[in-house]
């Protein structure tokens, strides 16, 4: 069974990536295992904000902004019939992705882009490309 690495940043892009990937993978010989996943990046942590705001506040925000992300995404997910255990995780986006898909030893990671032009990508940085960049696993990205 493969493996694949679902980037979910509650985007339609990213709903629209998950449903691609459902479609796709419905046409394949064996169900592929779908590892949905959402990075967000850690917020700056200035002295003042560390006086104000605590750990476990800062835990629950990343979780229940994770949550949210992937809503509609688990939901599209399970009623194609997957079983899925989300992972929401804290740190640079792409770096974070390309790591966790190395360490759950996914065939695969599926990222939804915004189909920006090659000089828009140079200009703004992509999460997505950078994920072609640095993953050793084969990358399906989604316009």
């Given amino acids: 069974m493969s493996r694949i690495l679902l980037a979910v940043d509650g985007s339609e892009h990213a709903l629209h990536a998950a449903a691609q990937l459902v479609a796709l993978a419905g046409q394949w010989k ?31 925000f990343y979780r229940e902004s994770g949550e949210a992300a992937m ?13 899925t255990k989300p992972v929401i995780q804290i740190g640079p986006v792409a770096e974070t992705i390309v790591a966790h898909a190395k360490r759950s030893k996914a065939d695969m990671i599926c990222i939804g882009t915004r189909g920006m032009t090659a000089s828009g990508n140079l200009l703004l940085g992509s999460v997505a490309t950078k994920v072609l960049h640095l993953a050793e696993c084969p990358v399906l990205t989604i316009k």
């Fill in 30 to 60: 064996e169900k592929p295992e779908i590892l949905p996943i959402n990075v967000h990046p850690p917020l700056p942590r200035a002295n003042l904000m560390a006086k104000v705001v605590g750990k476990s506040e800062l835990d629950r």
């Fill in 71 to 83: 809503k509609a995404v688990l939901k599209l997910l399970d009623k194609a019939g997957y079983t």
